[in-house]
């Protein structure tokens, strides 16, 4: 079973302090997840994550089909990094890193996904056949979500 991984790294031009308050609130996850999914949280939240969470969702990745996926809080170093894995849901693993750090024009955000799909053979198939092509839309979509909310980053130059 092979092992994938995911990295997308983001520049916005918002504080440290600005970027965790709205990365931390697990409602915000709705906000930057494409319609198309059919993403429903399936609990009431508080507004910041914290070690030990888990957070209940439904989501319809294939087919309109859905998915229950729970996934838990397992590390929040605040305000630079945090780590959700799941515990119940479509992959065989997922383990996604969301770290923060100040930078001149903003905040740089990066997220490091590592995961493996079941069915080990048809996995493989899957990931190749639409699994690789719907995360990279996902993440385009966050990508671009953030980008309007919050706008480009300021290129300044040095001299």
């Known amino acids: 079973m092979a092992t994938y991984q995911l990295t997308r790294t983001q520049t916005?031009?918002?504080?440290?302090?600005?970027?965790?308050r709205f990365f931390s609130d697990p409602r915000n996850l709705k906000v930057i997840t494409p319609e198309w999914l059919?993403?429903?949280?399936l609990d009431d939240l508080?507004?910041?994550?914290y070690p030990g969470m888990i957070i209940r969702y439904r989501v319809r990745p294939l087919f309109g089909l859905p998915v229950t996926w729970v996934t838990e809080i397992s590390q929040v170093q605040e305000p630079t990094l945090f780590v959700d894995e799941q515990r119940v849901?479509?992959?065989?693993?997922?383990?996604?890193q969301h770290h923060f750090r100040q930078v001149e024009s903003g905040i740089e955000?990066?997220?490091?996904?590592?995961?493996k799909l079941p069915f080990g053979f048809l996995g493989t198939i899957a990931y190749h056949l639409f699994?690789?092509?719907?995360l990279n839309d996902i993440f385009a979509y966050r990508y671009q979500v953030l980008q309007k909310r919050f706008g480009h980053p300021i290129q300044t130059s040095k001299q």
Do not use: M
């Open 12 to 20: 916005l031009p918002i504080s440290l302090p600005e970027g965790w």
């Open 38 to 41: 059919g993403f429903e949280i």
């Open 46 to 49: 508080p507004h910041h994550i």
């Open 89 to 96: 849901g479509p992959y065989a693993l997922w383990h996604h």
């Open 109 to 115: 955000a990066t997220d490091i996904v590592t995961f």
């Open 131 to 134: 699994v690789k092509r719907k």
